[in-house]
């Protein structure tokens, strides 16, 4: 019998977004300054943080703002040819209330702009791994279910 050696280990990039949605169930999308296609808010979690916390960190820095963050709606097995293995975690941020949407102030040197879509135009609108992933959050948003996915397709059992 083999031994599982630390370096056989996966060990994937992790990432956290936030859906959050406007008075008529649209979703935000932010344009980046160093991407050439909208994304949602969130990054990459630091040494120590969890995907919640992150979620929550990122949006503070690239919105300005601290609303609360609900609970999970995704989580996705995505590897990119690029950027390795990476699993994906995408949460829940409600309606974004006009308080909070009045007092948003993008990071100049990470956002250009931001704007709610309908999100039955997502795929026009950024790359299709992450509008895949959007749909599914918004269904599960919507059903109530929390969706595991691969590559942004949900895996049935």
Do not use: C, N
């Not at 950027?83 to 309606?95: I, Q, T, V």
């Amino acid at each position: 019998m083999a031994t599982d050696s630390p370096d056989s280990f996966a060990r994937p990039h992790v990432a956290a977004g936030v859906l959050f949605f406007d008075e008529e169930d649209r979703v935000l999308l932010v344009v980046p300054a160093y991407k050439d296609y909208r994304e949602i808010p969130g990054g990459y979690l630091e040494h120590g943080e969890s995907p919640k916390e992150a979620a929550a960190r990122e949006v503070e820095e690239e919105l300005g703002i601290r609303p609360p963050i609900g609970r999970l709606l995704v989580a996705d097995w995505a590897p990119d040819e690029r950027e390795g293995d990476k699993l994906l975690f995408l949460f829940d941020g409600g309606r974004l209330s006009p308080e909070h949407r009045d007092h948003i102030q993008l990071a100049p040197d990470e956002l250009t702009d931001y704007a709610f879509h309908d999100v039955a135009r997502i795929q026009e609108l950024t790359i299709a791994r992450l509008a895949r992933r959007i749909v599914q959050g918004y269904a599960a948003r919507q059903d109530g279910s929390t969706r595991y996915l691969e590559h942004g397709r949900p895996i049935s059992s």
